[in-house]
T-cell receptor
Framework: GENVEQHPSTLSVQEGDSAVIKCTYS??????FPWYKQELGKRPQLIIDIRSNVGEKKDQRIAVTLNKTAKHFSLHITETQPEDSAVYFCAASRGNTGKLIFGQGTTLQVKP | EAGVTQSPTHLIKTRGQQATLRCSPISGHTSVYWYQQALGLGLQFLLWYDEGEERNRGNFPPRFSGRQFPNYSSELNVNALELEDSALYLC??????????????FGNGTRLTVT
């Protein structure tokens, strides 16, 4: 069935270092891949998304890459800051189903 | 612009009771989505409503149901509550017709505790 695997489950980096979170999806028809950030006790918020016709997208310190052949996509955060500490979720969806399949989340801790 | 609002913030129920959760989407958004976020788990898709109709539902039993009103607000009903229904229930909205292939705007959620 539909599934999104996300790794690692926890990630600790020093401030200024880079962080990479990886996701693999099972449904080859998936064509939309958003990333959400959820700070403790707050709502998930979209930080970046990518569609299947694009291989890479950047927004300041955040970038996402997509490998459709491998059914794999990754989030890259450069120059991490303490305020980047949160749980990050990847997700995948296809067509007009209204359904996002979320990964299990990665808890990112940025140490000052 | 007001965001997605959900009520109540917290809800405590006893096993076997019914719970009703409410959601108001962003003005102009006609699609409403419900997700369950159990402790330590990712978000699980529950239901999608658009233009007053249920468009899709996730792998949840029929005791999870809901509806969307003419003003596009929505409610989620959970009947015959079980202990494992304890979770954060998140509502999200998006503009019409995009079926989730667009950024979702989430509310702050309703924390349901079943004792």
């Amino acid at each position: 069935g539909e599934n999104v695997e996300q790794h690692p489950s926890t990630l600790s980096v020093q401030e200024g270092d880079s962080a990479v979170i990886k996701c693999t999806y099972s449904d080859s028809a998936s064509n939309y891949f958003p990333w959400y950030k959820q700070e403790l006790g707050k709502r998930p918020q979209l930080i970046i998304d990518i569609r299947s016709n694009v291989g890479e997208k950047k927004d300041q310190r955040i970038a996402v890459t997509l490998n459709k052949t491998a059914k794999h996509f990754s989030l890259h955060i450069t120059e991490t800051q303490p305020e980047d500490s949160a749980v990050y979720f990847c997700a995948a969806s296809r067509g007009n189903t209204g359904k996002l399949i979320f990964g299990q989340g990665t808890t990112l801790q940025v140490k000052p | 612009e007001a965001g997605v609002t959900q009520s109540p913030t917290h809800l405590i129920k006893t096993r076997g009771q019914q719970a009703t959760l409410r959601c108001s989407p962003i003005s102009g958004h006609t699609s409403v989505y419900w997700y369950q976020q159990a402790l330590g788990l990712g978000l699980q898709f529950l239901l999608w409503y658009d233009e007053g109709e249920e468009r899709n539902r996730g792998n949840f039993p029929p005791r999870f149901s809901g509806r969307q009103f003419p003003n596009y607000s929505s409610e989620l009903n959970v009947n015959a509550l079980e202990l494992e229904d304890s979770a954060l229930y998140l509502c999200a909205s998006s503009p019409t017709g995009l079926g989730g292939n667009s950024p979702l705007h989430f509310g702050n959620g309703t924390r349901l505790t079943v004792t």
